[in-house]
Each structure stands twice: as C-alpha cells, then as structure tokens.
C-alpha cells in the first residue's frame, strides 16, 4: 500500500447512533487491513482485522468493517456507539508483496452524551 | 498475562543527555518495532526487527539507535536527545509481519527541553 488516508480527523456523534469511520487506501495488489484503537493514555489494540474470505468482518465491542476491493476502502462501522468508544482509531495496511505496514493519521471518535 | 511492556511511561530530559527506553515482551514473538506518535503524523516507524541481531530502518530512523540482542528486548536508544525528538513512542510486536496483529506497549512520553 503506498499511501492510507483516512478522510475525518475527528468524528463527532451523540450517544446511541451509529458511526462510520472512513479509510482508504492505495495498492494495486492484495493487502491486508486492520482497525487498530487507542483509549486514552493507552498503547493500541487490534479492533479487527481483514485476512481473506468475507469482505465483512466483526471486531471486538461491536465494531465491524467491510473490505471493499473496487474501492479501496475499508470502513469501520458501529450501529450504536457509547461513552466508553472514545478513543482514537487507526487504520493500517500491509501489502502481501513487501513487509511494511502502512498507517493512516488516525480518526478521533468523539462521543457526545 | 501477554503484553509488551514499556519503561519509563514519562520521561524529560534535556538535550544531549543519552537515553534509553526499554520494551520487553513475553510472548516470544520474532517481530518487534517502534513507533512515535505525533499529533496528525499518526504512527511513524523508527526501526523494526525481525528477529534476534536483525534489524532495519524504519520510516524516520535519523537520531534512534536500536540493539536486538535477545528475542524479547528491544531497546530505543537516543544518543543525543533533541527537542523535536519529544514524542509519545510505542514499542510493538508480532510473530509474523505481514498478517499478524501487533501487540503495543502502553507508550513512552518523551520530553527534550
């Protein structure tokens, strides 16, 4: 993947809605996808992560992405958010041609009661 | 319990002073990295290893110095600190580059006064 944008800096939304977190990217070849999530104060954690075989896939806290190839897109979705989703959330890609893993700027969710 | 652990969370420091920020983990993974975070710039890499006395430069190596010497250390050394080295650092790691989620430490913040 030679480039990861994530096109909203921050996402602002009220409690109980549903998100959509926007990441595209740039490769001409098969890649692998990951959500990653940052609490505050805190290192990240997988959220979910896209391999091969069904172009949606379930994270942990009720997140899910689907992997769309003719886009380049992999956007993170969640039907109702809480409190407890603020955090800062990271894109990545790795091609399956070479070993780097490439990162967008990050998306901050910010939840508003 | 797995984990990547990271010392010191908080460290200042003045410029010129050589530092070392520690990252150990304990699940006998091959692949070990380290990231700084700044605002905006979302996730930099500064060197990788991909196993014990192979490493390699990352994406913004200049001022960083790395040793892997066993399989589960992986020290960021900073010979000569300066101030647009204050950063919030992470040290990851995997068992497989390409495919495999990395596992974060809970972050370093560096300040160089």
């Known amino acids: 993947a030679q480039s990861v944008t994530q096109l909203d800096s921050q996402v602002p939304v009220f409690e109980e809605a549903p998100v959509e977190l926007r990441c595209n990217y740039s490769?001409?070849?098969?890649?692998?996808l990951f959500w990653y999530v940052q609490y505050p104060n805190q290192g990240l954690q997988l959220l979910l992560k896209?391999?091969?075989?069904s172009t949606l896939v379930k994270g942990i806290n009720g997140f899910e992405a689907e992997f769309n190839k003719s886009q380049t897109s992999f956007h993170l979705r969640k039907p109702s958010v809480h409190i407890s989703d603020t955090a800062e959330y990271f894109c990545?890609?790795?091609?399956?041609?070479?070993?780097?893993?490439?990162w967008g700027a990050g998306t901050k969710l910010i939840i508003k009661p | 319990e797995a984990q990547v652990t990271q010392n010191p969370r908080y460290l200042i420091t003045v410029t010129g002073k050589k530092l070392t920020v520690t990252c150990s983990q304990n699940?006998?993974?091959?692949?070990m990295s380290w990231y700084r975070q700044d605002p905006g710039l979302g996730l930099r890499q500064i060197y990788y290893?991909?196993?014990?006395?192979?490493?390699d430069k990352g994406d913004v190596p200049e001022g960083y110095k790395v040793s892997r010497k066993e399989k589960r250390n992986f020290p960021l050394i900073l010979e000569s600190p300066s101030p647009n080295q204050t950063s919030l650092y992470f040290c990851?790691?995997?068992?497989?580059?390409?495919?495999?989620?990395?596992?974060f430490g809970n972050g370093t913040r560096l300040t160089v006064t």
């Open positions: 990851a790691s995997s068992f497989h580059r390409l495919n495999s989620p990395l596992h």
């Open positions: 699940m006998n993974h091959e692949y």
């Open positions: 290893s991909m196993n014990v006395e192979v490493t």
């Open positions: 490769s001409s070849v098969s890649v692998y």
């Open positions: 896209y391999l091969s075989g």
């Open positions: 990545a890609v790795s091609e399956d041609s070479n070993y780097q893993l490439i």
